[in-house]
């Protein structure tokens, strides 16, 4: 009997706020247009999205739970997508803030950042004139001296307050040692088995977006987590539809989406999320495999369902 092909799924990040700033015409960033184009995402074949959201009047980070009270709703009506919201905030944010979105719309999944890290893309403030709002480019340039937090007590928090909503968290690890952060807090009972890790390759103070930091990121995941855990892999920038492309053939899932990286090709800005969902799903069906639909995706995670969310 022919064996059955393996189900990849593809999370798509769709607007970001950490490091993604507005200056492409292609990033959402109004509750209209992250709406319009998390569907569309869904639809191109995402059946997680990672949502964010922006202030509409400046494109600014926001976990203000009514930003993200002015999308959700129309996404889930018009989707049977998992909803990931994010627990990323601003590099400012207080991590009582950062769940605020989560504790209010106990969404099916969230994110959770698995250590402190340096988080800069001050790089970015050299390759561009113009701005498109007034905060950026402070913003971008001071990130050379700022620390993404998440101590061991933020993580606590987190998976603390929202036990109760019964989320899966995407274990966002940066590094290798994100990993062992991740089984120390587990050998303490904050998170059961299976775990969904998000592998993040190419932030500037995370691990480098080689193949072969992809491969001893998996294997030290092996040796920390034996079968109980799914991952994923995302990688940020020009990494991005390359090691999506390899992590899938190594069995993993993939994650792409303006939040990660502006562009569909070599120097061509995305105009949109759906067209990098489209692409990715192009590549993974070409090799051989088969996208996973929300509910295969649900299955695959052990998420709550759909219908337990509370928006
Ligand atoms: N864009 C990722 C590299 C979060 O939302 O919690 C960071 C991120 C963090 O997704
Ligand atoms: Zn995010």
Redesign the pocket.
């Known amino acids: 009997m022919a064996k059955p092909q393996k189900k990849t799924i593809i999370t798509c ?1 769709v607007t ?1 706020a ?3 700033p507005t200056m492409s015409d292609g990033l959402p960033y109004t509750a209209d247009d992250i709406a319009g184009q998390a569907i569309a995402a869904a639809e191109a074949g995402a059946s997680i999205l ?1 949502l ?1 959201a922006r202030d509409p009047n400046d494109g600014g980070v926001s976990m203000d739970i009514d930003h993200f009270g002015a999308f959700l709703p129309r996404i889930k009506q018009a989707t049977n997508s998992v909803v990931n919201i ?3 905030g601003s590099l400012k944010t207080t991590i009582e803030k950062r769940i605020a979105p989560a504790m209010r719309y106990s969404p099916e999944m969230c ?3 698995m250590g402190s890290m340096n988080f800069s893309f001050h790089p970015l403030a050299k390759r561009y004139d113009t701005w498109k709002f007034d905060w950026e480019k402070e913003y971008i340039e001071n990130s050379d001296s700022y620390i993404f937090r998440n101590t061991f007590r933020d993580i606590g928090v987190v998976a603390e307050n929202l036990a109760p909503h019964d989320i899966k968290f995407e274990h ?1 690890c ?1 590094d290798v040692g994100h990993l062992y952060n991740l089984r120390f807090c587990m050998d303490i009972g904050l998170f059961k088995a299976p775990i969904f890790l998000q592998f ?1 390759f190419g ?1 500037l103070g995370g691990i480098g977006p080689e193949v072969d930091n992809l491969i001893f990121m998996k294997r030290t995941a092996d040796r920390l987590f034996g079968d109980d855990y799914r991952w994923s892999v ?1 990688g ?1 920038g020009a990494a991005q539809m390359p090691l999506a492309t390899t992590g899938s053939q190594m069995g993993g899932h993939v994650r792409v989406g303006l ?2 990286s502006l562009f569909i090709s070599r120097g061509k800005l995305a105009d949109n999320n759906a067209q990098q969902v489209a692409k990715i799903k192009r590549i993974v069906e070409d090799l051989g495999s088969q996208v996973a639909t929300p509910d295969e995706a649900r299955d695959i995670l052990g998420l709550k369902g759909g219908d337990r969310v509370n928006f």
């Open positions: 990040a970001g950490i490091h993604t990672h964010h994010s627990t990323g994110s959770l950042n966002e940066y993040v932030i995302l940020a939040e990660d």
